[in-house]
């Protein structure tokens, strides 16, 4: 398991944009599908995406309600996965993590064994 630890959380205007990172402590994500979920007070953890690796079919998938806004990408050279967030919205207030694991399975948290500790997003005017 690696250790993970993600940050660039904190408070915006709707319509605004945060960008949210993800690295590990003591191994690389190189190899690892990176999925983000957040938590919303009173709310179940959901899936926002899933970032395959490149030697499986490498592909993205994103939750219906954060598709054309948010974006995630990887450096493996930085072992950095970022989680870009644009127009967002109150309803995207939450607490945000990355998990690493092996596999994507669209946008469910089971694959996934390493969680990071979260980072608060909140969106308010």
């Known amino acids: 398991q690696v250790q993970l630890v993600e940050s660039g959380g904190g408070s915006v205007q709707p319509g605004g944009s945060l960008r949210l990172s993800c690295t590990s402590r003591?191994?690389?994500?190189?190899?690892?599908?990176i999925g983000w979920f957040r938590q919303a007070p009173g709310k179940e953890r959901e899936g926002v995406s899933c970032?395959?690796?490149?030697?499986?079919?490498?592909?993205?998938y994103y939750a219906d309600s954060v598709k054309g806004r948010f974006t995630t990408s990887r450096d493996n050279e930085k072992n950095m996965i970022y989680l870009q967030m644009n127009t967002l919205k109150s309803d995207d207030t939450a607490i945000y993590y990355c998990?690493?694991?092996?596999?994507?399975?669209?946008?469910?948290?089971?694959?996934?064994?390493?969680w990071g500790q979260g980072t608060q997003v909140t969106v308010a005017s």
């Open positions: 003591g191994g690389t994500l190189r190899y690892h599908a």
């Open positions: 970032h395959s690796t490149t030697s499986s079919d490498g592909r993205t």
């Open positions: 998990a690493a694991g092996p596999f994507c399975q669209a946008v469910e948290s089971w694959p996934f064994s390493s």
